[in-house]
């Protein structure tokens, strides 16, 4: 998404980001076969109770980083859509079909 901004012009130095409400290390649990994926990470892993949780902010963050982005360019919503009921989350309504989403805003 960074790459695209860049490539239509913006300057890296001048974006910000948000990382809007989801779901977070509190309730994104995996199975351990999806875990291999996430281990390419340093701090998006937890285990906690012999279950296994991600934390997507601590992905989004790495991978700004590596991009060259700085902590002040990043903000983080701290709600988590799974134990706010003001938000949907498909989790909390249906907790035995995994899936996943992602959705992002732009403002010129
Ligand atoms: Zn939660």
Redesign the pocket.
Known sequence: MVRAFIEQGSQKENLKVLIGPH??????EIQEDTRNIFEQYSNALISRNGKWFVSLEAIIKEELMQEGFKEDQIQTDRD?????DNYFSYRREHPDKPISQIAYVYQG
């Not at 779901?23 to 994104?28: D, E, S, Y």
């Not at 988590?80 to 706010?84: E, F, I, L, V």
Request: aromatic share 18%; glycine share 0%.
């Open positions: 779901i977070k290390q509190c309730h994104f988590c859509t799974y134990c706010n």
